[in-house]
């Protein structure tokens, strides 16, 4: 008998700095920070899959190579012209102007540790 793995139930950046990275999740890109108590992450909910930037597990080195490479980490928001505004007034570099794609209008961002992120308006 086989067992079904389902999830993604939840995604974490580890961060270098991990205030500076919850203000900007929290500050920038609207996600809603939790009351958790955890000494190495913050937690955000956005909706089904919680999210969290944290410190660094052992043996991770985030100077050793590309960060997150191969790896898509999309968020839905319905406002993304009026996001996708209010980051590039914040100087948050654009990894690829807004574009009507298969999920609406999207556009792919680089956090301050350098993870890319898409957002996306449409119902994915």
Same mark, same amino acid.
Not at 64 to 74: D, E, R
């Given at each position: ?9 939840? &995604? *974490? %950046?580890? $961060? =270098? ?12 890109? #609207? ?17 089904? &899959? *919680? %999210?969290? $930037? =944290? ?12 960060? #997150? ?56």
């Amino acid at each position: 008998m086989t067992t079904t793995t389902a999830g993604p139930t939840f &995604v *974490s %950046f580890q $961060v =270098r700095n991990t205030e500076v990275s919850a203000r900007f999740y929290e500050d920038l890109v #609207g996600l809603n920070r939790l009351p958790i108590p955890n000494p190495a992450a913050v937690v955000f909910s956005g909706g089904g &899959v *919680s %999210f969290a $930037v =944290r410190d660094p597990v052992p043996g991770v080195d985030l100077d050793a190579g590309p960060l #997150g490479t191969g790896v898509g980490v999309w968020f839905h928001n319905p406002d993304a012209a009026r996001l996708h505004a209010r980051l590039t007034q914040a100087g948050v570099p654009i990894a690829q102007e807004p574009f009507e794609g298969p999920f609406g209008l999207q556009f792919t961002f680089r956090d301050p540790d350098g993870y890319t992120v898409t957002i996306h308006a449409g119902v994915g």
